[in-house]
């Protein structure tokens, strides 16, 4: 059995489907060359006679894509297959993927037609389409409500007709795991030419399983699996890339099945698909969700710092992320809080460190969101050594139309340096006087800015992380000027590189 599994990428066309996701032709190349660089064997393109838009889409991503088959949609109908042909003009490896409905609801309640009529229209389908192109695919909508036999049947018809790559859906997402590949199954079986045609699943999520039914028709036979970044499509959506692949990659020993993708990809494909089609990604949503990698409870977070495998079955770094996330909670343990405290630059004594966690735990029981700033907080000025750079004048001229300019003063050791520096903003000007001040080679990477309380007397907290000789040092500032509490923050963080 071939060990090769073929992903099928549908997210620019079923999972373009859904309702205020639509990407315009520009953003649909963008993610068709993401696709390529993730190494998806197919991508399904569009159904080109929907709209002058799908068909355009079509063919600049067949420009703009190499080695990546090129799919077009059709009904089984000959203006449908003759535009997608057109469509496919210009794509170094193409594909129609034509078909039609096979359930009795589609054959009797949809198409008004009787089964022996979808057989001849489903064979007459593959051999037009295959006067245009090699490579045909023949979908059985609703295979998954497909009487078995009668699926066998149309399946051997169209293979014997041409079809390369035969697409049992579960369109509506009733199949359940073992019915699904117990029918993948009875497909292998029962279809005399089956072995000239490889077995493909597409599977929606309307009960939650379609990653599950893939898999199961996977481990059935099926070499080809259809899916979306994210799990986007209609309804409840498709079958995810992602968690297919990341199934696949974990249980690789018993499976022994393998994909072409480049999994560190995962992710930043992922954000790239959410952004483009404004359709956030659920935290707990597996693989990519922000919770997929990140720890709360404190049993998990101590296991989790003594060794990762002992709660997560993927390295983060296999799908392009940096690594776990420790998340402080009232839920959280001393070694949580602990961990997060050294990467902050703070070391406490076993009697400090006691200490803070009581209030650690005070003020997580009040917020749901302890962030960096709250934890160096708590810490106290105490833990800190004495500044040995401090602000002592800040002035600012800022406006509508006047270039900002701001003038800065530092105390260094007891001694005075005055700089002034523009900027985009009173912020990066005042941030940039102190540069000079200093003359360090610093990268600000993280600037983050909270509301203490509410108001426009607001007391701001600001966190800033600054990168130096490839360390990172946080540093925190408070004031009802943000601007202040900015450069105090960046100076914070710059006193910790003196006392490395």
């Known amino acids: 059995m071939n060990d090769r599994l073929y992903i099928f990428d549908t997210t620019l066309r079923d999972g373009e489907q859904v309702p205020g996701c639509q990407l315009n032709k520009v953003e649909k190349i963008e993610v068709a060359k993401a696709l390529q660089e993730l190494g998806v064997d197919v991508i399904e393109a569009g159904f080109p006679i929907s709209s002058p838009g799908d068909f355009e889409s079509v063919v600049e991503i067949s ?21 997608a042909a057109e469509s496919l003009k210009y794509a170094k490896k193409k594909r129609i993927h034509t078909g039609i409905g096979t359930s009795n609801f589609h054959i009797y309640h949809k198409l008004n037609s009787n089964p022996e009529a979808i057989i001849e229209r489903s064979v007459e389908a593959v051999k037009y389409a295959k006067k245009y192109v090699e490579d045909i695919e023949f979908y059985a909508e609703d295979a998954g409500r497909t009487e078995n036999e009668y699926l066998a049947r149309v399946i051997e018809a169209v293979i014997k007709a041409g ?43 309307d009960l939650g399983m379609a990653t599950a039914n893939t898999i199961s028709g996977i481990i059935n036979g099926a070499r080809q699996a259809e899916v979306t970044i994210n799990g986007i499509g209609e309804r409840a959506g498709n079958t995810s890339l992602e968690e297919v692949v990341m199934t ?26 959410s952004t483009l089609m404004n ?36 390295d983060p770094s296999d799908v392009g992320i940096d690594e776990s996330a420790i998340l402080l909670t009232a839920r959280s343990g001393r070694a949580a809080l602990k961990h997060r405290l050294e990467l902050l630059g703070f070391e406490l004594s076993k009697e400090k460190l006691d200490e803070v966690y009581e209030e650690f735990l005070n003020l997580a029981d009040k917020k749901k969101d302890i962030r960096d700033d709250d934890i160096a907080l708590l810490a106290g000025d105490a833990t800190r050594q004495e500044r040995r750079i401090k602000l002592d004048f800040l002035q600012v001229v800022t406006g509508k139309s ?78 009802t000027d943000i601007i202040i509490a900015s450069v105090e923050a960046f100076l914070d963080a710059i006193n910790k590189i003196q006392v490395k």
């Open 163 to 205: 079809a390369t790559v035969v697409n049992i859906p579960d369109t509506t997402g009733y199949t359940l795991p073992n019915d699904f590949g117990a029918k993948i199954k009875y497909l292998t079986e029962n279809v005399s030419n089956i072995h000239k045609a490889i077995i493909s699943t597409h599977c929606h999520n």
């Open 63 to 83: 420009k703009a894509v190499t080695w990546p088959t090129i799919c077009a949609l059709t009904r089984a109908v000959q203006k449908d297959i003759d535009v």
């Open 279 to 314: 359709m956030p990604v659920q935290p707990n949503k597996a693989v990519v969700g922000r919770n997929a990698f990140a720890h709360s409870s404190g049993i998990h977070q101590d296991g989790v710092l003594k060794n990762r495998e002992n709660y997560e079955i993927m």
């Open 402 to 479: 006047l270039i900002p300019m701001a003038t800065v003063r530092l105390d260094i050791a007891g001694e005075k340096f005055d700089a002034t520096s523009a900027g985009n903003g009173p912020v990066d000007a005042a941030i940039k006087a102190v540069k000079q001040i200093i003359n360090r080679q610093v990268t600000i990477e993280e600037f983050l800015v909270q509301a203490i309380t509410r108001g426009s007397d607001d007391v701001g907290k600001v966190h800033m992380q600054i990168d130096y000789d490839n360390k990172y040092f946080h540093g925190f500032g408070t004031n």
């Open 248 to 273: 696949l990659k974990t249980h690789y020993n018993a499976l022994q099945i393998e994909t072409g993708i480049n999994t560190k990809k995962i992710y930043g494909t992922s954000r790239l698909v």
